[in-house]
Nanobody, 124 residues
Framework: QVQLVESGGGSVQAGGSLRLSCQAF????????MAWFRQAPGKEREGVAG???????TYADSVKGRFTISQDNIKNTLYLQMNSLKSEDTAMYYC??????????????????WGQGTQVTVSS
């Protein structure tokens, strides 16, 4: 049974940093594309960053230059380093894993496995 467990969320002031982690159980990160999504109240879930199996990374325009996605295949952990946080980054953040897909897609329907989410709140 696949389980994704996120951690690292919290409350910070604008301009601050957080690092989210997503540890996988029963799943090998090297096998399929992984991604981070977020959802703010009243808004649709949106793709934030993704990583293909060949290491290629993709970012939403709103986070380019501020967020960095990475993964440690030995620890089976996906990370999202978030710097220069803004109030509009406030949302529930989810990690997601594809099943058999090697490339990132911003369409949430492309992901089979999801974590429970971790809240990020940025105050201005």
């Amino acid at each position: 049974q696949v389980q994704l467990v996120e951690s690292g969320g919290g409350s910070v002031q604008a301009g601050g940093s957080l690092r989210l982690s997503c540890q996988a159980f029963g799943y090998a990160y090297s096998s399929s594309s992984m991604a981070w999504f977020r959802q703010a109240p009243g808004k649709e879930r949106e793709g934030v960053a993704g990583r293909d199996t060949d290491g290629k990374t993709t970012y939403a325009d709103s986070v380019k230059g501020r967020f960095t996605i990475s993964q440690d295949n030995i620890k089976n952990t996906l990370y999202l380093q978030m710097n220069s946080l803004k109030s509009e980054d406030t949302a529930m953040y989810y990690c997601a894993a594809r099943y058999g897909g090697s490339c990132y897609t911003s369409n949430s329907y492309g992901y089979r496995y999801w974590g429970q989410g971790t809240q990020v709140t940025v105050s201005s």
